[in-house]
């Protein structure tokens, strides 16, 4: 039956996409109308044969802001990507991501920014070219054989996260305010084939962390993100900060280990005004979902991994990982050397 496949993958697509809401002081409003609907093509879907002085030999992928392309640059030799974004996406979002590129030059496991390049009234952002393939599609093939990630694995992978977004978290703004990433999801972290690293990608929504002189969290100009990786504060209508950043890892660490996302969230659903509702159905007053009693743990305590996530995912922001050091050491212990150490 390929009409309902070809459906149940549309529905499974927009729930990972972004999406991008602005709002209003008090009452955050969802609003679409700088993006493409779930499911909607693109007119950029018969990708051209050049963009700029790049001959494009194929597409490597595509998201909620629009499609990537492998480009090669004849003078040097060299592949970049280069991101199409969508017709309807505000030009915020590529200078957005430009800007982060420029400013995370020396971070390890960031693309390096190549140019913008400007055709007509279109313009695109040219990136070094990461060969390898996402967590998110390594975790889709995984499925295919019913075994996710194993506590092992999903410690290298999010310690491997953790330590590059220490890095982006390291550059600050005027106010001495760290850069966080806001996309935190399987979807943006490629395993680089020929270093065999991790990188993080998609600096679209990158912004500096916003917080009063106390510390206490501010409302959002906009609130954007993933739905099903967006911390229960960020619905609210508070600012992206660095435990929202952590609550994402914890999502990431159920997912990988699991094979799949503790909420289920049908973004379509998503409209203006839309996003308290969303927040009481998936937050509210529930208790995070437990992990499901058939997951593979090594012979790893459940309680404990349970635990592990649940630091992370605590709908208290105070009570999540206070820094990277933090995250890192209860990261550690999914799949510590010695599992009698905290036993
Ligand atoms: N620098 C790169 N090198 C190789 N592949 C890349 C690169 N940048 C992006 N891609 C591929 O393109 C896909 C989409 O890129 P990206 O996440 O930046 O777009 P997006 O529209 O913001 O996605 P989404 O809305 O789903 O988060 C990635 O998942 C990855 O497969
Ligand atoms: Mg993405």
Redesign the pocket.
């Known amino acids: 039956m390929p009409g309902i496949a070809s459906a149940i993958r549309n529905v499974k697509r927009a729930i990972?996409?972004?999406f991008f809401g602005r709002q209003t002081a008090r009452q955050p409003r969802l609003s679409r109308a700088d993006t493409l609907p779930p499911g909607a093509v693109s007119s950029l879907q018969n990708y051209p044969s050049r963009i700029g002085d790049y001959t494009i030999d194929r597409q490597?992928?595509?998201?909620?802001?629009?499609?990537?392309y492998?480009g090669h640059s004849r003078a040097t030799d060299k592949y970049?990507?280069i991101?199409a974004?969508h017709e309807g996406v505000a030009p915020e979002f590529l200078h957005r991501?430009k800007d982060a590129l420029f400013a995370l030059e020396h971070v390890p496991g960031v693309?390096t920014f190549e140019e913008v390049i400007t055709e007509g009234n279109r313009q695109y952002l040219a990136?070094?070219?990461?060969?390898?393939?996402?967590v998110?599609?390594q975790l889709r093939t995984r499925r295919l054989t019913g075994a996710p990630f194993t506590p092992t694995e999903t410690r290298d992978i999010l310690l491997n996260v953790l330590a590059i977004h220490q890095g982006v978290y390291g550059i600050k703004n005027e106010a001495g305010q760290g850069m966080v990433h806001r996309?935190l999801?399987p979807?943006?972290i490629?395993w680089r084939s020929d270093s065999r690293q991790h990188?993080l990608?998609?600096?679209?929504l990158a912004t500096h962390e916003k917080k009063s002189v106390d510390g206490d969290l501010l409302c959002a100009e906009h609130v954007r993100g993933?739905p099903a990786y967006m911390a229960p504060e960020n619905f609210r209508g508070f600012s992206a900060h660095l435990g929202s950043e952590f609550y994402a890892v914890g999502i990431m660490a159920y997912e990988l280990l699991t094979g799949r996302t503790p909420y289920r969230v049908n973004e379509s659903r998503l409209s203006n005004g839309a996003m308290f509702n969303m927040y009481a159905k998936l937050h509210g007053n529930k208790k995070f979902p437990a992990l499901p009693l058939d997951c593979n743990l090594e012979g790893q305590n459940p309680l404990v991994v349970q635990s592990i996530i649940n630091h992370f995912v605590s709908k208290l922001p105070t009570k999540r990982p206070r820094d990277h050091r933090e995250a890192m050491r209860i990261i550690s212990a999914l799949a510590p050397r010695d599992l009698g150490e905290i036993r």
């Open positions: 990972q996409r972004p490597i992928g595509s998201g909620g802001f629009g499609l990537v492998r970049v990507a991101k974004f991501e693309p990136m070094e070219f990461i060969p390898g393939e996402t998110d599609a996309d999801k979807g943006n490629m990188v990608l998609d600096f679209g993933t």
